[in-house]
């Protein structure tokens, strides 16, 4: 009966809910993207590694502790309430990026919070409130100025500009072009069990930093993540502007495959770990085809298990190297 009376609320209140959560949704995504990137974390958290993290992570008392202050404090708490997050933008400036949050989250709380911001303005969009408040910045362009809308119960929209906030709230209500209407689909085909999914075109060389030179011989690229029935399977591409760039980038990409095969080598001998080295990394297969650079691995999910294991315990060992530093003993 309870699963009933939500389902009627939200086709009735909600109609766009069903653009949210899960795969991403064309509907969600302005037709004129130039990138998009979306996590399912609901699907994320339903697989067997996403499973396997939070067991870990509900193990440790100190992780736990915060999101358990974090949901006291903003009424969300991120290992179990958070969906999806879709972020896309029509251009490549830090401005016109789009966030699309789905959350179980306390709407009364988060606006409490709001009203407490000092650079706090409520305005309407239409019949939608919008929110104005600043945070810290996050680069040297970063005013801290952000805007945000409760599009639904479960969704927030957040822009750095009214403007940018506007469009994507006209997209969601069908009064703009979405990307299901886009020119140029550059999305990859995601398979079953995809938790992650990210794409991006005509990549202008500007935005990419000196010491990031070969990126400037890509002009698009796409990446997709997730677990089928017993690994986890990685799978992305990038388009290089000539096949001698192309080869060069394999090249450079098979040597950061050797060079973190053999640092993983050497984290597992620190850890005192004898028998076989995990060879996760090996897993990975670099192949080229014309202008086209592929990028596929499948890996046992008792090897993920493995390294995240690993990972913790590293961690751990640094954290406490660190605080041996801060405390040393009395001589």
Same mark, same amino acid.
């Given at each position: 009966m309870k699963k009933c009376l939500t389902a009627?609320?939200?086709?009735?209140?909600?109609?766009s809910?069903? #653009?949210?959560?899960?795969?991403l949704r064309k509907q969600q995504v302005s037709a004129n993207a130039k990138w998009v990137a979306h996590l399912s974390v609901e699907d994320l958290v339903k697989s067997g590694m996403g499973k396997y993290i939070l067991e870990k992570a509900n193990g440790e008392q100190s992780i736990e502790a915060r999101m358990n202050a974090f949901a006291k404090l903003f009424g969300l708490n991120p290992l179990t309430d958070l969906e999806s997050i879709t972020l896309y933008a029509e251009n490549f400036e830090p401005s016109g990026g789009v966030a699309i949050i &789905?959350?179980?989250?306390?709407?009364?709380? +988060? #606006? &409490? +919070? +709001?009203?407490l911001n000092k650079g706090y303005v409520k305005s309407k969009y239409g019949d939608r409130p919008v929110h104005r408040w600043i945070q810290k910045?996050?680069?040297?362009?970063?005013?801290g100025v952000r805007f945000g809308t409760f599009y639904s119960d479960k969704v927030v929209v957040i822009a750095r500009t009214e403007q940018v906030l506007k469009h994507a709230i006209d997209v969601l209500d069908g009064k703009a072009a979405n990307f299901s209407k886009a020119k140029t689909d550059f999305l990859p085909k995601a398979p079953k069990g995809t938790f992650l999914i990210a794409a991006a075109t005509d990549l202008p060389t500007k935005i990419h930093k000196r010491r990031a030179a070969m990126l400037k011989n890509i002009s698009a690229g796409w990446l997709v993540a997730g677990q089928g029935d017993k690994t986890v399977f990685l799978k992305a591409s990038v388009t290089a502007n000539t096949e001698d760039n192309a080869a060069l980038i394999q090249q450079v990409a098979n040597g950061f495959l050797a060079l973190a095969q053999l640092k993983l080598?050497? &984290?597992q001998t620190a850890q005192g770990k004898t028998g076989k080295p995990l060879s996760l990394l090996k897993?990975?297969?670099v192949t080229v085809k014309g202008v086209s650079v592929q990028l596929a691995a499948?890996?046992?999910m008792a090897e993920v298990k493995q390294y995240i294991d690993?990972?913790?315990?590293l961690r751990k060992a640094a954290k406490a190297a660190k605080m041996k530093q801060k405390c040393p003993k009395a001589k």
């Open positions: 009627i609320v939200c086709i009735t209140l909600f109609s809910a069903s #653009l949210f959560g899960g795969p &789905q959350a179980k989250m306390d709407q009364e709380k +988060l #606006l &409490q +919070l +709001l009203l910045r996050k680069g040297k362009k970063d005013n080598n050497q &984290q897993a990975v297969k499948s890996i046992p690993l990972s913790r315990k």
